[in-house]
């Protein structure tokens, strides 16, 4: 515990120096179509407060079934 593997250590660190190239098509589109934005903006928020509601519960849920595996010193299937 508290120890990152070299691999894992080796990806991460890539996305990490890189991460900031991700947020680029996302402002591009939101300058590009701001108008659109500001016209269907009810829409957007209630998608963006549903997206955000269902990422957590299913975080939840899937954190709820790891432990249970965790607890039972199983694997989940498909994993050796």
Same mark, same amino acid.
Do not use: Y
């Given at each position: 515990? %508290?120890?990152?593997? &070299? &691999?894992?250590g080796v990806v991460t660190g890539g996305l990490?120096?890189?991460l900031s190239l991700l947020f680029?098509?996302? $402002?591009? $589109?939101v300058m590009l179509h701001? $108008?659109?934005l500001v016209q269907n903006w009810l829409a957007v928020?209630? =998608?963006?407060?549903a997206s955000?509601?269902? !990422?957590?519960a299913v !975080? %939840?849920?899937a954190m709820?079934?790891?432990?249970?595996?965790? =607890?039972? $010193? &199983?694997e989940p299937e498909g994993q050796s």
């Open positions: 515990r %508290g120890h990152v593997p &070299d &691999d894992v990490l120096q890189n680029v098509p996302a $402002g591009v $589109g701001a $108008g659109l928020s209630a =998608a963006l407060m955000v509601v269902i !990422t957590i !975080t %939840g849920l709820r079934w790891m432990k249970r595996f965790a =607890a039972a $010193g &199983d």
